[in-house]
């Protein structure tokens, strides 16, 4: 067996939610989940299959966020994992209707940081065995900083007062 650190890039304002399903249904649910919950979303989904052909199945209605998650799962190369990158809305708004997606086994990660998947490699395939998502703390928030992140939530309508 052997470990592998993959760095993942997708369009530049843009989320990434990685997941592990175990269907081929899992695309087409997810799709209509995506749009029904945020109905101006842009995003592009890509779904590995882990039997039979094998192949990346894709959704989308953004061609470049599209190319884009079908990039991340092909770099990646683990069966049964899904790439989602959305624009236009935040994880927050599709992060429970998608784990509550009767094919979904796990989320790996929602971000739109700098992103890092460990993956171990067999002679069977590939799989995820965690990530590494943006960096290392720096520090304790300071009074400063905790009225800077109140702020940021209220300008993104996440809180009132």
Same mark, same amino acid.
């Given at each position: 067996?052997?470990?592998?650190?993959?760095?993942?890039?997708?369009?530049?304002?843009?989320?990434?939610?990685?997941?592990?399903?175990?269907?081929?249904?899992?695309?087409?649910?997810?799709?209509?989940?995506?749009?029904?919950?945020?109905?101006?979303?842009?995003?592009?989904? /890509?779904?590995? %299959?882990?039997? $039979?052909?094998?192949?990346?199945?894709?959704? *989308? !209605?953004? =061609?470049?966020?599209?190319?884009?998650a079908?990039?991340?799962?092909?770099?990646?190369?683990?069966?049964?994992?899904?790439?989602?990158?959305?624009?236009?809305?935040?994880?927050?708004?599709?992060?429970?209707?998608?784990?509550?997606?009767?094919?979904?086994?796990?989320?790996?990660?929602?971000?739109?940081?700098?992103?890092?998947?460990?993956? /171990?490699?067999? %002679?069977?395939g $590939?799989?995820?065995?965690?990530?590494?998502? *943006? !960096?290392? =703390?720096?520090?304790?928030?300071?009074?400063?900083?905790?009225?800077?992140?109140?702020?940021?939530?209220?300008?993104?309508?996440y809180?009132?007062?």
């Amino acid at each position: 067996m052997e470990l592998e650190c993959i760095d993942l890039a997708w369009s530049e304002g843009a989320n990434i939610i990685i997941g592990q399903s175990h269907f081929i249904k899992t695309v087409e649910d997810l799709a209509e989940i995506v749009i029904s919950s945020v109905p101006n979303i842009k995003y592009g989904l /890509a779904f590995c %299959e882990a039997s $039979g052909p094998c192949l990346i199945r894709t959704e *989308g !209605n953004d =061609p470049l966020l599209v190319k884009d998650a079908s990039g991340c799962a092909e770099r990646v190369g683990a069966g049964h994992t899904f790439y989602l990158v959305i624009k236009e809305a935040f994880p927050i708004n599709i992060l429970n209707q998608i784990k509550a997606c009767q094919e979904v086994a796990r989320i790996f990660c929602a971000t739109a940081n700098p992103l890092q998947v460990i993956v /171990a490699k067999t %002679e069977q395939g $590939g799989g995820i065995m965690g990530v590494i998502d *943006g !960096n290392a =703390p720096k520090g304790i928030e300071t009074d400063k900083d905790k009225k800077a992140r109140k702020e940021m939530l209220r300008t993104f309508g996440y809180k009132f007062s």
